[in-house]
């Protein structure tokens, strides 16, 4: 029951760390009007948290790679705390920017050690289910946590939402300390990958980068998608897409016993699924249920897809299991970014249609480089990876 309780802790803080990104999309009008900014402004609040989390994550967590889990989430669920209250005390722009700043630092160091914090918690053969959990944490924060957020900013003013988010980490900064193993980071069956291979951690890699931007291009302008190419009503895009999260959440779920099962079947179905979904979003998006379906189906993919990668990493990262995960958050934050960029270029000159073939189109090549670890050799589990190097420790005097 304690592993439990540390667990449902994790997932509650990729709760609060998702909500707390995405919260300035939903707060963009009130935060400008009470700050005398722009909305583009505060749009910049979600660019730079981004970027700081993209070139952040790799560098941080080679500096505290020594801090014992327990110590370590404790401290950031602490910075996350403070950094937020103090979000709802600034009265300028750069002020709150800088706050922003530090909530990002702390979201890249968490979600760089969450995963073999949590993986640690239970036996090998259940990573997939245990990963899936923590990962499901930020998937509802997408259903729940945002939308509650907006409302409350709406009925009591923007502060009171980052307020509520703080408040919130106190109640997980409590599980997590008190329930949280202490071990050293290096110790464990999470600690380092089962299969360490370079080759196919770069490979990942530069898969979680292509189906993320494929994933976010298509996503960042669904609601322009719904109403001028399915022709739906603008008062039906927060049920496609609460329709949309609530299949995310489905999906990570799901994932999780078959990532125990084979970790590359998962990554490639998914990947597959979500480039189907696209395609038949680019050709029958114009019918309304067509479209709705496809929205979910393609949440539902790349939810799962997450979940995957959460259960390779712990596989075949080449070392330190942290320092792999820190390097696969970085990629999937340059998808975010990458796909996010390419959208805004190709919306004005081509049309919102566009963006969704080019998510179909970037999800084909992923799908394609996937398939190519079936044609990596694999490695005698009693021979080292000549990619890396000797990582035993010297039996020195």
């Known amino acids: 029951m304690r592993a439990v309780g540390a667990l449902i802790g994790l997932a509650g803080g990729t709760f609060l760390y998702t909500t707390a990104e995405a919260l300035p999309v939903g707060l963009l009008l009130p935060m400008a009007a009470d700050l005398?900014?722009?909305?583009?402004?505060?749009?910049?609040?979600?660019?730079?948290?981004?970027?700081?989390?993209?070139?952040?994550?790799?560098?941080?967590?080679?500096?505290?790679?020594?801090?014992?889990?327990?110590?370590?989430?404790?401290?950031?669920?602490?910075?996350?705390?403070?950094?937020?209250?103090?979000?709802?005390?600034?009265?300028?722009?750069?002020?709150?920017?800088?706050?922003?700043?530090?909530t990002a630092a702390?979201?890249?160091?968490?979600?760089?050690?969450?995963?073999?914090?949590?993986?640690?918690?239970?036996?090998?053969?259940?990573?997939?289910?245990?990963?899936?959990?923590?990962?499901?944490?930020?998937?509802?924060?997408?259903?729940?946590?945002?939308?509650?957020?907006?409302?409350?900013?709406?009925?009591?003013?923007?502060?009171?939402?980052?307020?509520?988010?703080?408040?919130?980490?106190?109640?997980?900064?409590?599980?997590?300390?008190?329930?949280?193993?202490?071990?050293?980071?290096?110790?464990?069956?999470?600690?380092?990958?089962?299969?360490?291979?370079?080759?196919?951690?770069?490979?990942?890699?530069?898969?979680?980068?292509?189906?993320?931007?494929?994933?976010?291009?298509?996503?960042?302008?669904?609601?322009?998608f719904i109403t001028e190419i399915s022709g739906l009503p603008a008062a039906s895009v927060g049920a496609v897409l609460l329709a949309r999260g609530i299949a995310s959440v489905l999906g990570v779920l799901a994932a999780g016993p078959l990532v125990d099962r084979n970790p590359w079947l998962v990554l490639i179905a998914t990947v597959a699924l979500q480039s189907v979904a696209l395609l038949g979003l680019y050709f029958f998006g114009h019918h309304p249920a067509a479209a709705v379906t496809l929205i979910a189906v393609a949440g539902l993919a790349f939810a799962a897809f997450t979940a995957g990668l959460g259960g390779l990493v712990l596989r075949v990262a080449p070392g330190r299991s942290d320092l792999a995960a820190a390097a696969l958050s970085a990629a999937v934050n340059v998808g975010i970014t990458a796909g996010a960029f390419a959208g805004g270029l190709l919306l004005p000159s081509?049309?919102?249609?566009?963006?969704?073939?080019?998510?179909?189109?970037?999800?084909?090549?992923?799908?394609?480089?996937?398939?190519?670890?079936?044609?990596?050799?694999h490695l005698s589990p009693h021979l080292p990876d000549p990619h890396l190097p000797d990582l035993a420790p010297a039996n020195r005097p």
């Open 106 to 224: 702390t979201h890249a160091l968490f979600w760089a050690v969450v995963v073999p914090a949590a993986a640690e918690l239970f036996r090998p053969e259940l990573r997939g289910r245990v990963v899936a959990v923590v990962f499901a944490g930020g998937n509802i924060a997408l259903v729940l946590g945002v939308p509650a957020g907006t409302w409350l900013g709406s009925q009591a003013g923007w502060r009171a939402s980052f307020l509520a988010v703080s408040g919130l980490g106190v109640v997980v900064l409590a599980v997590v300390a008190a329930l949280l193993p202490s071990a050293r980071p290096e110790q464990g069956h999470a600690a380092r990958g089962t299969a360490p291979d370079s080759r196919r951690f770069r490979l990942l890699v530069a898969v979680a980068v292509l189906t993320t931007a494929g994933a976010i291009v298509a996503y960042t302008f669904v609601a322009l």
């Open 36 to 102: 005398d900014v722009s909305p583009s402004q505060v749009g910049m609040l979600v660019t730079v948290y981004g970027a700081v989390v993209m070139i952040a994550s790799v560098p941080l967590t080679a500096a505290v790679r020594g801090v014992p889990r327990r110590r370590l989430l404790s401290l950031l669920l602490a910075g996350f705390v403070v950094s937020n209250a103090v979000t709802v005390l600034t009265g300028t722009l750069a002020l709150l920017l800088a706050a922003r700043v530090a």
């Open 350 to 377: 081509l049309g919102v249609h566009i963006t969704v073939l080019a998510g179909a189109v970037l999800s084909l090549v992923a799908l394609t480089l996937a398939l190519g670890e079936r044609r990596l050799p």
